[in-house]
């Protein structure tokens, strides 16, 4: 009995030498110890406003291979592909990002905004080439056409393409349309073309100079690139940005393009000319839409635009005459002039599609 008391001491005082102090020795089946778990510490999403902002940390989903993009500005982190998620927003202050955002009222205010600016730089022009310029009669003379109506026009010209730099736009103008046409839209960019043909044959050319023919289609080609790159441009982009329908597009960017004209007013033309120009000019407004959706271009429409002031001007003899003359090729102006009008009636209940942008996509 002596000895196997003194074996189970010396077995216990050897357990007790390898075990630290203050830990017992788990009795019965082994356990496993899980291990410790690393803490890690989250990094915010938001990136600060005085530091350049660095690519977006991409981290791998548990649940499957899809990557997760944090994005600037966003509450939440969204599955890159997904319909909710959102494109990365500028860090521009709030005021300057607010008023870039694409709606009606952006567009309303761009071309208040290019009238205000054309009209101011129209009257400094009048006032400075005072004695070049024919105030009662504009067309009189070709410096009176390229000073009085040409060049203020082409000045607003050049203020719209920085604007539409600006605001990354140009690209998407003067590129392809990313919306295809419908067999029937060419009637519209037609009945354009047959009334150019009937001004040409209707124009009594021996009233006119050289000089001032030539600056008739110099002042055209200004009024063709400025108005369709405020309407067809600017305007239809933003509404398109907006996520609007294309019927949506169509017709309040040929109203806008229609209410422009309403400024000659100022100029003193007649309210009940006035009232007929903007009739026409809806109903032209969309043609020209119609003829940049089949064409898959704006450039149609800036050169039918080009072509049909010029030769509506010198076919009616004036800015502010009615179309048409006791000619075979007034008549016929005249009845296509109404033929376009209705079928520009017409046209705004049959104009169909929505632009689709990236986040609109399914997720793959």
């Given at each position: 009995m002596d000895i196997i008391e003194a074996l189970n001491?010396?077995?216990?005082?050897?357990?007790?030498?390898?075990?630290?102090?203050?830990?017992?020795?788990?009795?019965?089946?082994?356990?496993?110890?899980?291990?410790?778990?690393?803490?890690?510490?989250?990094?915010?999403?938001?990136?600060?406003c005085n530091r350049p902002c660095l690519p977006p940390r991409v981290s791998l989903d548990n649940n499957s291979a899809r990557a997760r993009v944090p994005v600037p500005g966003a509450t939440s982190v969204r599955r890159a592909g997904s319909p909710r998620y959102h494109p990365p927003m500028t860090h521009e202050r709030g005021d300057v990002a607010r008023w870039r955002r694409p709606s009606?009222?952006?567009?309303?205010?761009?071309?208040?905004?290019?009238?205000?600016?054309?009209?101011?730089?129209?009257?400094?022009?009048?006032?400075?080439?005072?004695?070049?310029?024919?105030?009662?009669?504009?067309?009189?003379?070709?410096?009176?056409?390229l000073l009085g109506v040409a060049l203020p026009i082409a000045i607003g010209?050049?203020?719209?393409?920085?604007?539409?730099?600006?605001?990354?736009?140009?690209?998407?103008?003067?590129?392809?349309?990313?919306?295809?046409?419908?067999?029937?839209?060419?009637?519209?960019?037609?009945?354009?073309?047959?009334?150019?043909?009937?001004?040409?044959?209707?124009?009594?050319?021996?009233?006119?100079?050289?000089?001032?023919?030539?600056?008739?289609?110099?002042?055209?080609?200004?009024?063709?690139?400025?108005?369709?790159l405020a309407t067809r441009g600017l305007a239809v982009q933003i509404l398109r940005d907006a996520r609007h329908g294309e019927r949506f597009v169509a017709v309040v960017s040929s109203l806008l393009f229609a209410l422009m004209h309403t400024v000659n007013l100022i100029?003193?033309?007649?309210?009940?000319?006035?009232?007929?120009?903007?009739?026409?000019?809806?109903?032209?407004?969309?043609?020209?839409?119609?003829?940049?959706?089949?064409?898959?271009?704006?450039?149609?429409?800036?050169?039918?635009?080009?072509?049909t002031d010029?030769?509506?001007?010198?076919?009616?003899?004036?800015?502010?005459?009615?179309?048409?003359?006791t000619s075979a090729g007034g008549a016929i102006a005249a009845l296509v002039t109404i033929a376009l009008i209705a079928f520009g009636a017409v046209a705004a209940f049959l104009v169909r599609g929505t632009v689709r942008t990236p986040e609109d996509s399914p997720a793959a």
């Amino acid at each position: 009995m002596d000895i196997i008391e003194a074996l189970n001491l010396a077995g216990s005082s050897a357990l007790n030498k390898q075990a630290p102090e203050n830990t017992s020795i788990p009795s019965g089946p082994a356990m496993s110890i899980p291990p410790r778990k690393r803490c890690v510490k989250r990094e915010s999403l938001e990136p600060a406003c005085n530091r350049p902002c660095l690519p977006p940390r991409v981290s791998l989903d548990n649940n499957s291979a899809r990557a997760r993009v944090p994005v600037p500005g966003a509450t939440s982190v969204r599955r890159a592909g997904s319909p909710r998620y959102h494109p990365p927003m500028t860090h521009e202050r709030g005021d300057v990002a607010r008023w870039r955002r694409p709606s009606v009222w952006l567009a309303i205010g761009l071309l208040v905004a290019y009238l205000v600016f054309y009209l101011l730089v129209a009257r400094l022009i009048t006032t400075i080439f005072s004695d070049r310029i024919d105030k009662d009669n504009v067309l009189s003379s070709a410096s009176s056409i390229l000073l009085g109506v040409a060049l203020p026009i082409a000045i607003g010209a050049i203020a719209l393409l920085v604007v539409a730099t600006r605001l990354g736009m140009l690209g998407k103008i003067f590129g392809r349309q990313p919306i295809r046409g419908r067999g029937w839209m060419w009637i519209g960019p037609g009945l354009v073309l047959a009334a150019i043909i009937a001004h040409l044959t209707g124009t009594e050319w021996n009233s006119w100079t050289g000089g001032q023919i030539v600056a008739m289609f110099v002042l055209g080609a200004c009024v063709g690139v400025t108005e369709e790159l405020a309407t067809r441009g600017l305007a239809v982009q933003i509404l398109r940005d907006a996520r609007h329908g294309e019927r949506f597009v169509a017709v309040v960017s040929s109203l806008l393009f229609a209410l422009m004209h309403t400024v000659n007013l100022i100029s003193g033309m007649a309210l009940s000319t006035v009232g007929a120009t903007v009739v026409y000019t809806f109903a032209f407004g969309m043609c020209m839409y119609l003829a940049m959706r089949v064409t898959g271009t704006i450039w149609a429409a800036i050169v039918l635009h080009a072509l049909t002031d010029p030769t509506t001007f010198l076919s009616s003899g004036g800015l502010d005459k009615a179309v048409g003359s006791t000619s075979a090729g007034g008549a016929i102006a005249a009845l296509v002039t109404i033929a376009l009008i209705a079928f520009g009636a017409v046209a705004a209940f049959l104009v169909r599609g929505t632009v689709r942008t990236p986040e609109d996509s399914p997720a793959a």
